[in-house]
């Protein structure tokens, strides 16, 4: 392979990082205030990306090999252990870096917005939000980025360390708790890629997890 076919090869995934990843590794201040409007805002930002990336995927006639396939009771299974991975990884990053900023203060979650919405909207809210943003970063952070590197010559090690370390730098404004919470579930995330779990239990057991945060930010899991 000559030097110039090398360097067109990387020329999509570069420009797809850029793209998706690109606007989160720029430092900003989430609002203190407006969760409801930033979490609709999020929500359909990562719809839209979500989309344009699958449409990437989708003409290289690459969806299969990246892991987009027809959801199955497997996923299910799956989604079970990722969303466990996840909340350990909460865990330890709260006892070891406790009264950091966690994500719900991140987001801007009150209680009083829950009371002014109303918990049925909130809630459908929150799932729209975290449904969207799973589905965003794991197709590309886990399903996408490790599949272009690795189909590239990196190594297993490799790609899962620059998928983890893109992971983790777009989380930076959650602070050093929630920076570390990535870090830790980011690698367990992008193993359970490589070993062969799908884009839909990647989604769905990192959906819930970040359902589960919002509940508890916006006040509603003690109401219930």
Known sequence: MDTDSARASWAEPIL????VAGPGLIPYQPPATGAIAWLAGSA??????????????????????????????????VAAGVFAAMLCAAMVAAAVAPGAAAAPTAYGASAGEATSAGPAAIVALSAG?????????????????????????????AAAAVSTGLFVA?????????????????????????????????????????????????????RA
Do not use: N
């Open 129 to 157: 939000f975290a449904i969207s943003v799973a589905y965003r970063e794991e197709l590309f952070y886990r399903c996408y980025l490790l599949g272009a590197l690795t189909g590239r010559g990196a190594g297993a090690v």
């Open 170 to 222: 777009g989380h930076a404004y959650q602070g050093p708790a929630g920076m570390l919470a990535s870090a830790i579930a980011g690698s367990a995330l992008a193993a359970a890629r490589l070993r062969g779990a799908r884009l839909h239990a990647l989604a769905w057991g990192h959906a819930a997890y970040d359902l589960a945060v919002l509940i508890a930010g916006f006040g509603l899991a003690a």
């Open 16 to 19: 797809v990082t850029i793209a």
């Open 44 to 77: 359909l930002q990562s719809f839209s990306q979500f989309t344009l990336l699958l449409v990437i995927i989708g003409l290289g006639r690459r969806l299969r090999e990246y892991g987009v396939t027809k959801p199955s009771a497997k996923d299910a299974v």
